[in-house]
């Protein structure tokens, strides 16, 4: 039994590792991420900012414990594609977090 699904399914697999491939490849591409420390200040006219996406539960996260711990923090809700505008892949965001994502907090 195991032989025979073994031969069922090994063109699958031939046929869909290409693809996966294709993919980490694609995503390796888009999304690079720079290591180490950022080289510059980024500049801010609060003490703290915090980027966030209102549907993104991280944000969430941060801004339940920002809230909590009382701390006032001025926010700035930007879209991550989920409305069409791709605002973390601007040049302005890229500054502040080159990995472009969110929630960011700027301090």
Known sequence: MRKLLLLLLSPLLLLLLPVVALLFFYRAR????????QDYS????????????QLSLCSSKVLFALEAAGMEV?????DIGHFGRFQQL??????????ACVPVLVH
């Open 30 to 37: 888009t999304y690079r991420r720079r290591k180490g420390l």
């Open 42 to 53: 980024v500049p801010s006219e609060y003490p703290l900012e915090l980027y966030f996406m």
């Open 74 to 78: 001025h926010k700035k809700e930007i």
């Open 90 to 99: 601007e040049s302005e965001f890229l500054r502040i977090n080159p990995i």
